[in-house]
């Protein structure tokens, strides 16, 4: 290991450590191989010098291939969250079709369930299972979210969107794999109790009345009513689906719950939920910006929403827009940078040649992301 000055690193070079802020946030993490943006970024924190691995330039084709075979073995058995780790690319195109079909079967459950009040959990998990395995391999999040958006037949769209964004927040708190699925299921089925509801509250152009609100607000009791006997889902997938539209602070509905009351899955997709309601076409509303639902996500986890769960949707989902282009209240585009972990809705943004941290300009602020 070797300290070198910035303006002496070169790229390829290989971080023996990560490099931290002065606020001891990671800017990079031990194993980044350097390129040049990166230097630019390590500017940008005044970081004056790093510390680099060694890298002997003797070695045999032979030893690069067996150090080459064990950082591949490596990868396959460290932690899921390691920035380094390299996964099997995403498939969108397979994503896109396990999608749509997905959303083609919910649209006949919801009718069957309906005249029946049975689930056909089997054919549900057939259909959800190879989509939630692919967007745990290694997901393209902007791919995902632009599929994701109702752009028609809300109500079923909904239904397999919040079931992707559970799984995906799931995934960024750290869940175990065993439960992912359970997790998936709990989004996937949360509205099923909408079955229940006419057609005409369900898509009516324009607010709802208060005697067609009241209705609405019946549909996670029905949604219980129909799970709490369906085998082959937990009690947690059950109670997402009474408990989404509760809130922490005991004003939701049905039941008035606060949110030690909540099971931890019905925290998720009550996120889960709003995100995606946000971010879509509605029958009465166009789809908002994501950068404006994170925020006000973000105001709504003081008292309404849990934090742990809001703080990994937005870290999660904004780490993967690095690079992405933004709109600025000056008038000016520019790209982010850097997600600072502690506050990532304000990340440092790289407007032409000069970089803006908008952690400290408080005159500058997104208007829009793009990705």
């Known amino acids: 290991m070797i300290e070198v000055n910035i303006k002496d690193l070169k790229a390829g070079a290989l971080l023996a450590e990560d490099v931290k802020s002065s606020l001891g946030g990671a800017i990079l993490y031990k194993d980044t191989r350097i390129e040049e943006y990166h230097k630019e970024l390590l500017n940008a ?25 064990n950082k591949k073995q490596k990868s396959n058995t460290s932690d899921n969250n390691e920035p380094t780790l390299k996964k099997p690319a995403f498939k969108y195109e397979e994503f896109e079709k396990q999608y749509n079909k997905a959303v083609g079967l919910l649209k ?24 939630l395995e692919n967007i745990c391999d290694q997901p393209n999040i902007t791919l995902v979210l632009d599929q994701i958006k109702s752009k028609e037949a809300y109500t079923y769209q ?43 509250i369900l898509r009516k152009k324009g607010p709802l009345n208060h005697i067609e609100y009241e209705e609405i607000k019946k ?26 539209h509760e809130r922490d602070d005991g004003f939701g509905y049905p039941y008035k719950r606060k ?27 166009n789809a908002e910006n994501i950068y404006h639902v994170l925020k006000q996500i973000n105001q709504d986890a003081f008292g309404k929403l ?17 690079g992405k282009s933004v709109e600025l209240n000056n008038g000016t585009k520019g790209e982010i ?6 506050v990532p809705l304000k990340p440092l943004i790289k407007v032409g040649n000069e970089f803006i941290d908008l952690n400290k300009r408080t005159d500058i602020a997104i208007e829009k992301l793009t990705i």
Do not use: W
């Open 219 to 244: 549909h996670p009791i029905y949604s219980y009513e129909i799970l709490e006997n369906v085998t082959g889902i937990n009690q947690g997938v059950v109670l997402a689906a009474l408990e989404h």
């Open 337 to 342: 940078i850097f997600i600072n972990s502690t």
């Open 108 to 131: 006949n459950v919801m009718l069957e369930v309906e005249y029946t009040r049975k689930v056909p959990l089997l054919e549900i998990r057939s259909a959800i299972k190879p989509m």
């Open 306 to 322: 849990d934090p742990k769960v809001v703080t990994s949707l937005i870290n999660g989902l904004l780490n993967y827009c690095i």
């Open 45 to 69: 924190f005044t970081i004056s010098s790093v510390k680099i691995v060694e890298e002997k330039k003797t070695e045999t084709k032979l030893t690069k291939t067996k150090l080459s075979e």
């Open 158 to 200: 909904h239904l397999v969107g919040v079931g992707v964004l559970s799984t995906l927040i799931a995934r960024f708190m750290n869940y175990k794999e065993n439960e992912l699925m359970q997790i998936g299921l709990a989004g996937t089925l949360h509205d099923i109790g909408k079955a229940k509801i006419s057609d005409s």
């Open 259 to 285: 949110g030690f009351e909540m099971h931890p899955y019905s925290k998720i997709v009550a996120v889960a939920d709003i995100f995606h309601a946000m971010t879509s076409n509605r029958e009465y509303k």
